[in-house]
């Protein structure tokens, strides 16, 4: 319970199923004189709407956001911002042939197990239309980091299946990331991670991948000494979005086998006299708290449940062997659409720390 | 602010720096008339505290702990239970030659980038020497696990370096890892690890691995929806132990090059009639809320930033480049201490979210 | 900031300004299984809106809820509830003469001193408005606690003015206190009470008075000890209504004057083997903890600020002196409408105390 | 549960009992860089402790404070600060004729109600004991008020039984209060209630009243609107100090009975350009933020529980009727030693929502 609500002083509060009535976030905590409209918003939506390409779910959700408090005279008050789309491609009906089964590797059994009952309908609360809400609030931290600390938010699809882009994270443009289909801002990769996706849609099945996230501009001394530490807080949100099964920071899993020696990041003064470190295993974060180098992390995302080939399960009130037919309607591979998800959580994690080290230390 | 506090519900506050006064727990939260008292305690602080093998640095720290509220006649009476550890192998003296010096990839720029001043003792509150209350507060939770819903709490060292065993986590047992001196539980992999630890020791450098976490017993429908996912929070625990860099759940950064036909893992009934699924790429979790199946995840350790060989730094007053001369005492791998910090931070995850779920649906 | 949440499992977050949008709440941690839907609620909603009789404003507000989210084929499902009613009286023109004013007594000038900007619509967030959100959590909360426990809020006005009702509260029943036009039980005084009111109203002032709250079926057990005791939470529950100056609870500022051997309530044991008070002077609350007993306390209402006398004040540009010309459609006494938010507030402090004793000891 | 921390962001959480172990507090979220030892605040221990004059119990208790973390060469560090005091007048053999009887107007009933035990000694962590960590952190608070914003907290006895003094509260001192031995700052007042005291002790008996708060030099705009209302927030602080019964703010539960037109405070700019009130029935708070005048408010304490007299009640074994005798060491009236338990809850609540108001907008 209170499962729903992210940050402690920038707090956001999802609600909203998959099917009926609507879906969207109170923000309570935002400062107040931001300019803000929803055209700040709209364009970070459209980046994780389905039906965007050929490599999305043709589904098409009606993802246009309205603000309907918090707001005056296009400017944040200070008080709750109510953030919220109406669900309007209602289709139940298309869910009565899994009205009964549980989708293997989906929420439907364990909601159950939870709650006693079964919002059949999509996919309910679990439905990934959640992340709709994450993306317009982060769209108002993202506007607010950037006027007031110039940080920058970005992701992009590093692997899809076994393909790796091998790019330098500091060379990635936000340009570069949406100009690729995939949002890989490598030409070659995202090539043949296209073809990679067409096939794997055409096989109607699903692949999964590993996204980049990248934060500049963070001053150091932002995230909490023991268990709040920066990284820690940006590990839970991205594990919080729907397939990701990871995440890593810096060297990650892969400075496991370094010695200390080789990892460790000498620190110099910079002939501007701040403090920097000649490399950045650490990730940007030292002792939970942020260095002023540049934050990478990683996140993995498994390949999506829901494919079109047929698969065995049990029925939800027999217990009893079943078959699920596979579903018209789904994403091969959901990294592209993924990318604005994690430049939001991303977003709603700074902000809150900034926020929190300004009530400690300002 | 108010990093210092794990869960909602099962409340666990730490306090204490490496050198000086006390380190310690207030648990706010714990469920009346559980049996307690020190000695459920001290053999997990022993797990964790130096000197316990050749392997450990040889500093010697009291971890000695004392309840000293909270419980009457034996039990817990639902009342703040306070863990406290008084420190005695103070010996600031140690750390005169550092005190002017950032020690690379350690918390000594930002801890003061934040607070604007120095704890230069040790690592003041970015010490390790802080995991000892959360080991100590684990060790009720693990209680209440075990007695409440039979829930067991076990982790291992998978990973020193480049040396990995392959042994499947479900043949693991606790003899098995404790009869190990790096608390690897296969033989031929520990023996060496053992070398390779010893080598990096004796060259004063250092160097990292991969714990597996495992707990069993979980019943189907903890964890929250949306954000308070119950790997979300896995993952936070594990992130905010010192010197991790990454968690995966499951078939986690392995899993992303799988097609999800293949990935996904089907529902049986099995013959008691409990719901089941005939594999766990899930690593236990689905949707954020446990299935029932078993949790395993990966939780990986970059080496430990204190070693005996010279590195480059700067001086904090003058900016300066500086030579940092190493350390005597350090541990010149920290998983096998580490083991016992990574099963009290599960069993403190699950033992909130029980609570967190008998609130809303008992 | 985040003071817009109330609760810590049961957790209701409002939003919304008087003109303009929407106001709502969202309800985080409703136990799933209540059969719920706007009928469950819009009753207690039309005990608050304005325009019901004589003795309220004029004014009419769009009070319709619809519930949006966390409700499937009638049933709560444990998810967040979205509680919304859109405005649609907005007439920000009829604030234009008030707009660079500050209202006596209300909080224009302090909004503007903590966010620097001024929402001159209504009272912005400050509304009374603001209260139907509580109304309508607390309307789901008054039925989840009937339905689970018996439970049975209950208020009524015992005061306006100087006219004081010394009815027992024990002998309120809610068909008295709907009886009556200004929500007072005894028709006598009732009587008095809407003839002060009508000619307070036709002066163009207000008047105050006192609000009894009573709450029946409370197990004994409920409430924390120490900060959250259970007459401290009802305190602010209460004190956070618009226009709230004071809270007490059994004898209240009336028992400091009795000696504690008159004051204390001896214990009984029942025929049917209960414990009990023979009194209850402790109005319910013994420690923090609900003994068992009827839960009784007094809510002072200062009279409203808004009146249709001219008044001093000062215009919040050039800070010069100024006359507050009075508006037109104001309640000369806010009582009657506020008999269902003392209601609202007393079932959210318990239903929240339910669920974490439930938590902690179920 | 969770009951025993106060504050969002600067956290007090508190343990222990009334005997074995220790008391303290575990305060998160202090700002670093405050100058800090025992000596800040064992002056405010002393006033609160027992045995302080004639008027008190004679019971010792050693209220000798220590601060073991958080605190780094004279000045906080930012980190969690532990005060600690050790218990070591506890003699339980003092209580065993109470083990098996339910003391009427205590908590003994409702906490055995509440977690299925009992701890019988004193009155466990229902103990005024308790409010030594309360006074311990606020003295913290106050100190880091006065420092950073010239905040001054005052409090002081205003009625014991019947006596009364119209003292204005704008006219007490510090000095004045802590020169009555009942800190009453009505010399003639204090006498009468001297004596008033004196005759309930001898008679074995005890008396109520109501303290005053003041808050002065507090800027306007803290406070949260809607659910946090500031003097929500100082309502529940009072209400949460054992033996409180009441609290009104301002005009309070006089102010009911007055005109809108009479209450309402107007506005006018003071010679400084500062905007301000002519009067102050507010006291101090308008729409739940600060205006920038003194807060004043009454708390209203029952006549403590503990009495020499004998009372009927039941044993909480056989549940049959039992006499309960009267114990030797009570204090007659405890308000002297709660006015700094006033104090220190206020400072408490304000300097939260002075560090809640400078993350929003600072």
């Not at 199923?17 to 309570?28: F, K, L, M, N």
């Not at 669900?87 to 293997?104: M, S």
């Not at 070659?188 to 996706?197: D, G, N, R």
């Not at 942020?290 to 027999?318: M, W, Y």
Request: glycine share 12%; with cysteine.
């Amino acid at each position: 319970m209170a499962g729903n609500t992210f940050g402690l002083l920038f707090r956001v509060t999802t609600f909203g199923e998959s099917h009926g009535g609507a879906v969207g976030a109170v923000i309570d905590g935002c400062p107040p004189g931001l300019e803000l409209n929803e055209n700040d918003i709209q364009p970070e939506l459209d980046r994780r709407k389905p039906g965007q390409s050929s490599l999305t779910t043709p589904r098409k959700e009606a993802d246009t956001i309205k603000i309907a408090s918090g707001v005056f005279e296009g400017n944040t008050t200070g008080t709750p911002i109510l953030l919220i789309a109406h669900n309007n491609d209602a289709r139940p009906g298309d869910y009565n042939n899994l009205k009964d089964l549980y989708r293997p590797s989906h929420a439907d059994y364990t909601y159950y197990a939870k709650y006693g009952l079964r919002d059949w309908r999509g996919s309910g609360r679990a439905s990934a239309r959640e992340t709709l809400a994450r993306v317009a609030a982060g769209a108002i931290a993202k506007k607010l980091l950037r006027k007031e600390l110039g940080i920058e938010t970005l992701a992009y699809v590093q692997q899809v299946g076994n393909l790796v882009t091998d790019l330098d994270p500091s060379e990635v443009t936000t340009e570069k990331v949406e100009s690729s289909l995939v949002r890989c801002p490598d030409p070659e990769a995202s090539k043949k991670m296209v073809s990679l996706i067409e096939s794997i849609r055409d096989e109607g099945d699903s692949i999964g991948g590993v996204i980049v996230g990248r934060i500049t501009g963070v001053p150091a001394g932002l995230g909490e000494p023991v268990f709040d530490k920066l990284h820690a807080e940006l590990g839970k949100a991205m594990l919080s979005i729907n397939a990701v099964k990871g995440f890593d920071i810096g060297s990650g899993f892969a400075g496991v086998s370094l010695k200390g020696s080789v990892h460790n990041d000498p620190f110099i003064t910079d002939s501007s006299g701040r403090v920097r470190t000649t490399k950045n295993h650490a990730g940007g974060v030292l002792g939970g708290i942020s260095s002023g180098e540049t934050i990478v992390f990683r996140v993995a995302f498994k390949p999506v449940a829901t494919i079109s080939k047929s698969q065995n399960t049990i029925d939800h009130l027999t217990k009893l062997p079943a078959i699920i037919k596979g579903e018209g309607r789904h994403d091969p591979c959901v990294l592209p659409r993924a990318v604005p998800i994690v430049e939001a959580m991303s977003a709603l994690t700074i902000v809150d720390h900034w926020l929190r080290q300004r009530a400690q230390y300002s």
